[in-house]
Nanobody, 121 residues
Framework: QVQFVESGGGLVQPGGSLRLSCATS????????MRWYRQAPEKSRELVGD???????SYADSVKGRFTISRDNVKNMVYLQMNSLKPEDTAEYYC???????????????WGPGTQVTVSS
C-alpha cells in the first residue's frame, strides 16, 4: 500500500525557515518523481514543486528562490526546505509521487495527513 507521511510543520515567524519531511512506503521510491503540494484555508490545493528521480527540480513561481526540494533514495524520503517564509505560505503541506516524465500523479494514491505550516508574528 502506497503511503505518505508528512512532518516538520509548525509555527514560524515571517522570514523564518522550516524543513518538512515526507516518509514514503509501498513503492519503489527511486523510480518516481515526488511532488509537494499545499492547501491554504478556503483555497484549492496547489503545486509547490517537484523533484525527479535523479534530483531535477521545478518550482512554482511563488516559492522559487525560497524553497528547495531534495530527496534521499536510500531512506525513501523527500524534503522541502523553506526559507524566507511569508504569511501567504501558511497552509497544510502534502507530498505525493508522480510519474517520472509526465509528472502526473496517480488517482489510486491517497493523500497523507499533511503537516501544517503557519507563518505569523
Amino acid at each position: 500500500q502506497v503511503q505518505f507521511v508528512e512532518s516538520g510543520g509548525g509555527l514560524v515567524q515571517p522570514g523564518g525557515s522550516l524543513r518538512l519531511s515526507c516518509a514514503t512506503s509501498g513503492f519503489t521510491f527511486s523510480s518516481y518523481a515526488m511532488r509537494w503540494y499545499r492547501q491554504a484555508p478556503e483555497k484549492s490545493r496547489e503545486l509547490v514543486g517537484d523533484i525527479g528521480p535523479f534530483g531535477s527540480t521545478s518550482y512554482a513561481d511563488s516559492v522559487k528562490g525560497r524553497f528547495t526540494i531534495s530527496r534521499d533514495n536510500v531512506k525513501n524520503m523527500v524534503y522541502l526546505q523553506m526559507n524566507s517564509l511569508k504569511p501567504e505560505d501558511t497552509a497544510e503541506y502534502y507530498c505525493m509521487r508522480a510519474a517520472t516524465f509526465s509528472r502526473v500523479t496517480f488517482a489510486s494514491d491517497s493523500w497523507g495527513p499533511g503537516t501544517q505550516v503557519t507563518v505569523s508574528s
